[in-house]
């Protein structure tokens, strides 16, 4: 069973360009969310989704960063007009449906996708 | 959500035993204790959860005292390959059907040397 994969592994835009990244979850995961690192910082949650809904995106930006999970195909991060600022690693992580009761619903992350802005 | 505090960063050497301190005074009744470890340029990796007294697995030990507001992970007999970024958590996220966004502090960089 594959991990939870992310490409580009490294990607680099010029300002005012748009960024895509991609991530598929781990098989029978159906549950993504998007964090991202700054250098010498912890991880910055951004936004949950499940398959077709966003389910919570208080982590996002409100311009220019929009994310979806749709029906069939990877989970997309899309960042518009990038800047300088936006240079980071971003993670995704997959889990399995929330199971409730006592069960712990680990999250599964890829390697990430680090955003060079030039 | 609770808030933690731990050493930013730590040094060891090979074959020693390592705890790493995570304090959380507003830890809440439903909320858990879960440590993650980061090598560079990777993601997270779950590492040991717990809710209270003492978890252990083939990686790690984590001992909660009564009060739970602080824990202890515990890496026996480290290597070179366990230099990395440990985090630890706090909160409710993926339990019993919560929301599940994890909140990660800035964690403590373990260095182990030979």
């Known amino acids: 069973n594959a991990g939870v994969m992310q490409n580009p592994r490294h990607l680099v835009r010029r300002r005012g360009q748009e960024a895509r990244l991609r991530c598929s979850p781990m098989k029978g995961h159906s549950h993504v969310y998007w964090y991202r690192q700054l250098p010498e910082e912890g991880l910055k949650f951004m936004v949950y989704l499940q398959k077709e809904n966003i389910i919570d995106e208080s982590g996002m930006p409100k311009e220019r960063f929009s994310a979806e999970f749709p029906k069939e195909g990877p989970s997309i991060l899309r960042i518009q007009q990038v800047v300088r600022g936006d240079s980071a690693a971003y993670f995704c992580a997959s889990s399995p449906r929330l199971a409730g009761g006592s069960s712990y619903n680990e999250q599964f992350f890829g390697p990430g996708t680090r955003l060079t802005v030039l | 959500l609770a808030k933690t505090t731990q050493p930013i960063s730590m040094d060891s050497y090979e074959g020693q035993e390592v705890n790493i301190t995570c304090s959380h005074n507003?830890?809440?009744?439903?909320?858990?204790i879960t440590w993650y470890q980061q090598f560079p340029s990777q993601g997270p990796r779950f590492i040991i959860q717990g809710y209270k007294t003492k978890v252990t697995n083939e990686v790690a030990s984590l001992f909660i005292p009564a009060d739970r507001k602080s824990s202890t992970l515990s890496l026996p007999r480290v290597s070179l390959s366990d230099t990395a970024v440990y985090y630890c958590?706090?909160?409710?996220?993926?339990?019993?059907?919560?929301?599940?966004?994890?909140?990660f502090g800035k964690g403590t960089k373990l260095s182990v040397k030979p």
């Open positions: 507003n830890i809440a009744t439903n909320d858990y």
């Open positions: 958590l706090v909160g409710d996220a993926g339990y019993g059907g919560s929301q599940g966004n994890l909140i």
